[in-house]
């Protein structure tokens, strides 16, 4: 059973940074494609970042140069490292595994951008 767990959202002042967490299990990590999505209220789910399995990475240019999207194979784990937050950044962040099979998104964080 395919599972992904998001963690590290929370509330931080506009010019802050968080690094959200996704732990994967049930699927073999270094082999599959992850990518983070965003749901802000009354807004659709909107892309984020992504990387690939040999790590090719890619993002919204909204969010180009301020976050980073990494891997560690060893841990089964992807990250969103989040730097100089924005008020429109306020969003639920969700995890995303892509597979052959049909994909799975995790349970969603909570990121508010506040001051």
């Known amino acids: 059973q395919v599972q992904l767990v998001e963690s590290g959202g929370g509330l931080v002042q506009p010019g802050g940074s968080l690094r959200l967490s996704c732990a994967a299990s049930g699927i073999i990590f270094s082999s599959n494609t992850m990518a983070w999505y965003r749901q802000a209220p009354g807004k659709q789910r909107e892309f984020v970042a992504i990387?690939?399995?040999?790590?090719?990475?890619n993002y919204v240019p909204s969010v180009e140069g301020r976050f980073t999207i990494s891997r560690d194979n060893a841990k089964n784990t992807t990250y969103l490292q989040m730097n100089s937050l924005k008020p429109e950044d306020t969003a639920v962040y969700f995890c995303y595994v892509f597979r052959a099979s049909g994909g799975n998104w995790g349970q969603g964080t909570q990121v508010t951008v506040s001051s």
């Open positions: 990387i690939t399995s040999n790590g090719t990475t």
